[in-house]
């Protein structure tokens, strides 16, 4: 008889191990190919001085109120409070997309960015806070609770 006692973590670490399975190889790799020759991407140098995209096509010239969807940024979860009205104006924005030919996503996020956007476009922050000081606070309840 010996006098070694399996040890029991050691076994379950090793039955932990041989049950993990790996990630399988892609079926379909995808190559990197060459964008466009180096003289194409010399032609339109970066305003930023960050390095140019490898975009093989020139974009189209776009207006200022409609970014292409890289400009935007990425987006961020926030909580916004509106009123009724505005809500029902954001709905039947979005009516209006899904209702239209060809129907238009218009989600209450992209009307709300859209006019953030606009707002940002012909006011500074400055500007907004002094139009909101020389509105009335609407108070609804008595608020959050101190400790």
């Known amino acids: 008889m010996s006098n070694t006692q ?7 670490a090793a039955q932990r191990e041989r049950a993990r399975r790996s990630m399988p190889a892609p ?3 995808v190559t990197v190919e ?3 020759p180096a003289s194409d991407t010399t032609a339109n140098p970066p305003a930023s001085g960050k390095p140019a995209s490898p975009s093989p096509a020139p974009k189209p010239a776009q207006s200022r109120s409609a970014p292409s969807p890289p400009e935007l940024g990425v ?5 916004l409070y509106v009123d009724r009205d505005t809500d029902e104006f954001m ?4 009516v209006e997309g899904l209702t239209s030919r060809p129907k238009v996503d218009v989600s209450r996020s992209a ?3 859209l006019a953030l956007r606009r707002l940002m476009d012909e006011m500074s922050p400055a500007e907004v806070k002094t139009l909101l000081a020389g509105q009335v606070v609407r108070s609804t309840g008595p608020g959050r609770k101190r400790r």
């Open 6 to 12: 399996p040890n029991g973590l050691a076994s379950l």
């Open 27 to 29: 079926r379909h790799p």
């Open 34 to 36: 060459d964008p466009a």
């Open 75 to 79: 987006t961020f979860k926030v909580t």
């Open 91 to 94: 709905e039947a924005a979005r």
């Open 111 to 113: 009307v709300v960015r």
